[in-house]
């Protein structure tokens, strides 16, 4: 298993623009979710999904959008990239919420100039 | 609001100490509480995660205990070595996320 896959490792953006962090998981998990990781902040949650087709709002979720049209994929979309959104992403999954252990990708560092 | 608070912030030690890291959380109505290590600019390692009915987990030299009457959690470490340097962060999983600390920064000399 590869487990919890991101592309692209790294990124820079210009203010402005839009684009989309992929995350895959090969582990037939129904629950996935996106954190950032900020200096001094910690991680915080985006966005996250209970299965495939329902979604919802995390704490910091305001300039990002998702979807989840499989159980595998949860692509991560940056409508239009400002520099408060420069930080490292992270994807995690884990069979359910409630109980179970996440498993974290190895993240995206983006960049917005 | 759930908060988790790591302490210290950064430790540093000999090769061989046993250590103690600390997480304290403020609402006892989690699920569980999972142990990560971070190493510089890589992902989460799951190290172990101890569900709310259970007081322990064990795995290798590390051991985590959880109170949650008390709002506490505690990661051993035994006999550590420079391998073990990194930042440990612990994660409450409270309704539907994971509530991090900022987390404790190891450094063990040799």
């Known amino acids: 298993n590869a487990g919890v896959t991101q592309t692209p490792k790294f990124q820079v953006l210009k203010t402005g623009q839009s684009m989309t962090l992929q995350c895959a998981q090969d582990?037939?998990?129904?629950?996935m979710s996106w954190y950032r990781q900020d200096p001094g902040m910690g991680l915080r949650l985006i966005h996250y999904?209970?299965?495939?087709?329902?979604?919802d709002q995390g704490e910091v979720p305001n300039g990002y959008n998702v979807s989840r049209s499989t159980t595998e994929d949860f692509p991560l979309r940056l409508l239009s990239a400002a520099p408060s959104q420069t930080s490292v992403y992270f994807c995690a999954s884990s069979y359910g919420r409630g109980g179970y252990e996440q498993y974290f990708g190895p993240g995206t560092r983006l960049t917005v100039t | 609001k759930q908060e988790v608070t790591q302490i210290p912030a950064a430790l540093s030690v000999p090769e061989g100490e046993n250590l103690v890291l600390n997480c304290s959380f403020t609402d006892s109505a989690i699920y569980n509480l999972q142990w990560f290590r971070q190493d510089p600019g890589k992902g989460l390692t799951s190290l172990l995660l101890?569900?709310?009915?259970?007081r322990e987990q064990t795995s290798g030299r590390l051991n985590a205990s959880l109170d949650k009457s008390s709002g506490r959690s505690t990661l051993y470490i035994a006999a550590s070595q420079p391998g073990d340097s990194a930042t440990y962060l612990c994660?409450?999983?409270?309704?539907?996320?994971?509530?991090f600390g900022k987390g404790t920064t190891l450094s063990v000399s040799s």
């Open positions: 994660a409450a999983e409270a309704g539907t996320a994971l509530i």
């Open positions: 582990m037939n998990h129904e629950y």
């Open positions: 999904s209970v299965g495939a087709g329902i979604t």
């Open positions: 101890i569900q709310s009915s259970q």
